[in-house]
């Protein structure tokens, strides 16, 4: 029998001051692995560790990819457990030759009320938070119903910009800071941590949503849920790590995960036109400071999310913002042809040209070759 066994995390100051929980995931038939979350000193008053929901969230795909028991050895949500069935069940379906539904036992199983309504938005600059930040705190996207009191915004350092980079985190802190500090209500978080790299950086595709509420969860006695803005439309639903079907499953009674209301790319795009701050501020890329050597703060204008997100700008019949500061060329979009396809990269790529299509812009040089790239790939797509 393979077991996983986490305990309550020791916590220890580093030298910057900064309050750091180290988690060891004990394991029967492997090297043990550390997990840690380092917090600023002006945040650590947030953070509550009484409860191993944060943990057990985090080991649950190591877990269930090495098909061990998860031994918890302290005070678990039981709702949080009821859901995680669920969970495995979803993610044992869809990706059945990477994680396998898992028995986990608890110490102690308890329950406790939510502290409030107000949540946590995870924002590190991109399309999918910037659009829910446009709906829930400025008031002025399309939602006009279904929004949620957002009160706090959370970037995790380690999520888009590599944990070796310290000066870019701090540098994609304070650009939140400032395209959102004129809302005094906002409470701003930032807390790195290793546990993508642990999950694997390579499919991390699969674990995003579990990164996410296993940070945001550390705040459950100062906020009642954390809201995670959608990856993909209701045209092109499919097995991703983030999903209006899953990710409420990383809930407990006292901590809800919230997937936002979902638009496609290009909706988002052309709304966030009503916010030029956003637009002069938004960071999409994260392959660049692996790629091309730039900055990871930055966003290089060569790599696949660079190139689309700038075709989808042009598509759209708008100026490429600021935030791109290198030009698009034809080049560039041929390039697109040298990473693999998925559906997830065809999708959007669709979205691009069929809206550049519908703006009369087919014939621009830049979606012709789009259009070749994507007549290679699959000849049914044009």
Not at 205 to 212: L, N, P, R, S
Not at 264 to 271: D, N, P, V
Not at 279 to 295: A, H, I, P, S
């Amino acid at each position: 029998m393979r077991y996983l066994d986490i305990y309550p995390g020791t916590v220890e100051c580093e030298k910057n001051d900064r309050m750091c929980i180290n988690i060891d995931f004990k394991r029967s038939y492997d090297e043990d692995l550390k997990l840690w979350y380092s917090v600023p000193p002006n945040q650590w008053k947030y953070v509550s560790c009484d409860l191993m929901d944060s943990f057990v969230i985090a080991a649950l795909l190591k877990a269930m990819e090495d098909k061990a028991t998860l031994r918890v050895h302290g005070p678990v949500s039981a709702s949080l457990l009821d859901n995680l069935e669920e969970f495995q069940i979803i993610f044992g379906t869809w990706f059945p030759d990477k994680y396998h539904p898992i028995d986990i036992v608890a110490d102690d199983e308890r329950e406790e009320a939510s502290c409030n309504n107000k949540v946590i938005l995870s924002f590190s600059g991109g399309v999918d938070g910037a659009f829910s930040a446009l709906n829930h705190i400025l008031k002025k996207g399309p939602i006009k119903r279904k929004l949620l009191d957002v009160s706090a915004i959370l970037y995790i350092e380690g999520f888009d910009v590599n944990i070796n980079y310290d000066e870019p985190c701090r540098n994609v802190v304070e650009r939140n800071r400032k395209l959102l500090g004129s809302f005094p209500h906002l409470t701003f978080l930032n807390v790195r941590t290793n546990l993508k790299y642990l999950l694997s950086i390579k499919r991390f595709w699969m674990a995003h949503a579990c990164v996410i509420a296993s940070v945001a969860s550390l705040f459950r006695t100062m906020w009642g849920g954390c809201l995670i803005g959608s990856s993909h439309s209701y045209l092109h639903l499919r097995p991703w790590g983030s999903h209006p079907l899953t990710d409420r499953l990383l809930s407990s009674n006292s901590f809800k995960i919230h997937h936002d209301t979902v638009f496609t790319r290009m909706e988002k795009l052309e709304a966030l036109f009503s916010w030029p701050e956003a637009l002069e501020n938004l960071k999409v890329c994260w392959e660049g400071q692996y790629r091309f050597d730039t900055l990871p703060d930055t966003n290089c204008c060569r790599c696949d999310k660079c190139v689309r997100t700038m075709l989808a700008f042009k598509a759209l019949g708008h100026k490429i913002p600021a935030s791109f500061p290198r030009r698009l060329t034809i080049e560039k979009v041929q390039s697109l042809e040298n990473k693999p396809f998925d559906w997830s990269r065809l999708m959007f790529l669709n979205e691009v040209l069929d809206t550049a299509k519908e703006r009369g812009l087919e014939k621009d040089p830049v979606f012709l070759a789009l259009s070749e790239i994507i007549r290679k790939y699959n000849p049914k797509a044009i």
